[in-house]
């Protein structure tokens, strides 16, 4: 059986390992990832704190014990902290650092003052299993959701963290049982090897969760890129063309598509210039976003033009919907600095028969949308 100071410093090395492969992750995640910066950092303190409680007995005991401990709640907290930047939540910096300055004097009272090992080991675990806890807390309430994201990265590593919780959890049960029966947690017993046995294996689970997160982060974030428009946020022209043959492929229900056109919108770009021209598009895509279902896709066709697909929609149904979304664009202004810019849209319709091609059904819409246009804009045709 390996001694416990040997384990320490396996811990040590593979934190260490982990701390360089997480700093090594591609910058596009580690730029748009805080929680990558500071997961790798908590594995460098893990790795610190490994190397100072081997050297217990060769090193002043203020490193190899209140430096060390102080390094191993620091890991801690850098995990939460990690998460909470990782999802976008609030840090709440200062509670967390008055929280690490409590125990970290508590910590140094219990040793200096009075050699309270039960204390001190309630104290460090504590801290570290509520921090733990509540970072798998917050993986699991803040996971994607969406259809098509994976759950494993974040169930793996949320379920990793709460059971290493429950492992400072059962060390406080021990230490209060026991208060002075593991003063030495270097000395070869085979509860010390289990305990940082385990604690390794779970620090390499949770960095290697760590990892999974993030390249599904990133996965993620280069489908969305791919799929659609960075302008406007409406799925990419390649996008609403693959979901519109995907339809046309499996038609056992009408297929209705809508071909919008903003009306005059060179206008726009003449009087509020490119880049309110730009927020003319952004408007007008939140504008028919709120006024649609989830099953009914916005696709950017090209400049000013925009698809939406109606999914078991007939014609007279096709009608009534863009009638709507015509109304809802001319009654909602792009407000700007100035005043308020109003917009109006033409759109043509068409209803997909039987073994109609896409090309088909875009002309037969594209027909109708520029009858609209010479009928004076701001109406709907039917193809």
Known sequence: MLDPRSLVFILAALSLLMAIVLSAMPSAVRDRQLGARYWSTSMLCVAVASVLYGLRGVV?????????????????????????????????SRKLIGALLLANLGLVYCFYVQDLYAIR?????????????????????????????????????????????LVSLARIVN??????????FLAPTLLNALYFATHGLLAICISVGFILMLNERLHALLEHQLSHD????????????????????????????????????????DNLGHQGG??????????????????????????????????????????????????????????HSQGDYPITTSI??????????????????????YRAKREGRNRVEQA
């Open 60 to 92: 002043p005991e203020a490193l190899s014990m209140v430096v060390a401990n102080a390094a191993a709640m620091a890991a801690t907290a850098l995990i939460y902290y990690g998460g909470r930047a990782f999802f976008g939540l609030p840090r709440h």
């Open 278 to 335: 730009d927020e003319v598009l952004k408007h007008f895509v939140r504008t028919l976003s709120a006024n649609l279902r989830s099953n009914e896709p916005l696709g950017r066709y090209g400049g000013e033009e925009f698809i939406i697909l109606l999914r078991d929609v007939d014609v007279e149904s096709a009608r009534i919907t863009a009638e709507r979304l015509r109304r809802c664009v001319a009654e909602a202004p792009y407000r």
């Open 175 to 184: 230490a209060v049982l026991h208060p002075t029966g593991g003063a030495d």
């Open 230 to 269: 960075p302008l406007t946020n409406a799925y990419s022209r390649p996008m609403i063309f693959e979901l519109a043959q995907r339809e046309l492929g499996n038609l056992r229900q009408p297929l209705s598509l809508l071909l919008l056109d903003i009306d005059h919108f060179k206008q726009a770009n």
């Open 348 to 369: 043509g319709h068409a209803t997909a028969p039987n073994q109609e091609s896409l090309e088909q059904l875009l002309q037969r819409a594209d027909t109708a949308l």
């Open 121 to 165: 080991v309630v104290i460090f675990s504590s801290v570290s299993g509520v921090l733990l806890f509540l970072f798998g807390l917050d993986v699991l309430r803040h996971r994607p959701r969406e259809s098509g994201r994976a759950h494993f990265p974040y169930l793996f590593t949320a379920l990793t963290v709460i059971f290493d919780s």
